[in-house]
């Protein structure tokens, strides 16, 4: 008989969870049609549809929780450390080896939108039936009375980013019209550059043939390749986990968002740092990305020194339109959603004088603050009789004109040196 013993175990189910930036109040939309919120949500948001994730802490910590998950959701076993099943909540905690089955590519790419400090939103169905059938243009998110600032496309690699993922964020977007959606252009997966990643149609994600010209969408060059869960064993070192930058590039919005303003392009050194990379998994060539940058996709591209960063700040509109630019859209956007409360309260009330000069003395400190704050150039406000006339008064209608010159991000650098001689005056 062996002698008396204390025998202590320790069962590890933590996880390293990466590092995040400040809070910021942007938030980020991504559709779900994987089941990530029946995996990972709780009982409300599983029957609303719609799960709303604060900080990258919460979102960890929904792995670990021991909240049942959804009825008629077995089909994801929880597994313990040593890969047997568990019973379905309540006891253990929900996926102690990290996110599983078909929702992995869904969880990584919030998880990457929320490192950047801002609030993720996942819509999709609230039903075990209905899963697998959303509409690309009737989700949760398409409701406005749910508030974003950005919408993104979850996936791992190719494959796993379909074409609806894509349709659905940007008829989001295009539906709603206070929101920019983040789009993966296609990549070949390779570790070096060719061109056929340049092809700008054929090597979207699935079988997308066009994308709208708008200034609701941005389309996103580059795929991360990067730590999972275990960061420190061998298998996660030899295969990193591969996912597209469309999360990462809304997060610089909430980056921007937090430290500057929304007329800010989130683009660059400053504003642009892409987080949690190891390394990217195509490397363009300068000319690849002129090529790329002329076809309305911005690309991802790391510095020796700088870091990876987001390299572009283009949308899809119309080159000669300054709304092809990110930030004047999204200027535009946050002008829209302000002005509009603005002018919300002059509804009801009688069109003459005294409500004009309100509406012009309300709205005018907001438009000089973001002047003040390098937003505009310059705007000018009418709102009188000139746009006012007894037509449009006896119409029951109340016109504001609002003229505006938006600030233009910096695209192009030249910077020239003169070789002179010791003698020569500099002057």
């Not at 730590?227 to 921007?256: E, H, M, W, Y």
Request: proline share 4%; with cysteine; hydrophobic share 35%.
């Amino acid at each position: 008989m062996a002698r008396p013993n204390v025998t202590v175990t320790i069962d590890d189910q933590s996880f390293v969870i990466t590092g995040s930036e400040a809070g910021s109040v942007s938030r980020g939309g991504m559709v779900s049609h994987k089941g990530l919120i029946l995996a990972v949500g709780y009982t409300a948001e599983s029957k609303s549809g719609i799960m709303t994730v604060p900080s990258i802490d919460d979102w960890w910590g929904r792995l670990q929780t021991t909240e049942p998950v959804a009825a008629g959701y077995a089909n994801y076993a929880h597994l313990n450390t040593s890969g047997a099943s568990q019973p379905a909540g309540g006891t253990y905690s929900r996926y102690p080896l990290g996110p599983t089955s078909e929702w992995k590519g869904e969880w990584w790419a919030v998880h990457n939108y929320l490192q950047y400090g801002g609030a993720a939103v996942i819509g999709a169905t609230g039903t075990v039936e209905n899963k697998g059938t959303l509409s690309s243009t009737n989700t949760p998110l398409h409701n406005r009375e749910v508030p974003l600032d950005a919408i993104f496309v979850g996936g791992e690699k190719d494959g796993s980013v379909i074409a609806n993922d894509i349709n659905t964020a940007i008829n989001i977007s295009t539906t709603r019209k206070d929101c920019i959606a983040f789009i993966p252009h296609g990549s070949s997966g390779a570790d070096t550059a060719a061109s056929d990643l340049l092809a700008f149609n054929a090597r979207i994600v699935g079988t997308l043939s066009t994308i709208p010209a708008s200034e609701f969408v941005s389309v996103i060059f580059g795929y991360k390749r990067h730590f999972g869960v275990n960061r420190n064993t061998k298998d996660q070192i030899d295969n990193l986990l591969v996912t597209n930058c469309s999360p990462d590039a809304a997060g610089c919005v909430a980056r921007t968002d937090r430290e500057y303003a929304p007329w800010y392009s989130p683009a660059g050194t400053v504003r642009g740092q892409i987080l949690n990379v190891l390394r990217m998994t195509d490397t363009p060539t300068d000319s690849e990305q002129d090529t790329l940058y002329d076809g309305k996709v911005n690309p991802i591209v790391s510095f020796p020194g700088e870091g990876t960063i987001l390299f572009g700040d283009k949308t899809t509109a119309v080159n000669t339109s300054t709304l092809s630019r990110i930030n004047v859209s999204r200027l535009f956007i946050f002008l829209k959603k302000t002005v509009g409360a603005a002018a919300r309260s002059k509804l009801f009330e009688f069109n003459d004088e005294t409500t004009r000069s309100s509406f012009v003395n309300a709205v005018t400190p907001l438009l000089q603050t973001i002047k003040s704050n390098r937003g505009v150039y310059d705007f000018r406000v009418v709102c009188d009789e000139t746009n006012n006339t007894s037509d449009i008064i006896d119409s029951n209608q109340f016109v504001a004109d609002i003229f505006i010159k938006p600030a233009k991000s910096i695209n192009f650098i030249r910077i020239r040196f003169t070789n002179k001689n010791t003698a020569d005056d500099l002057g």
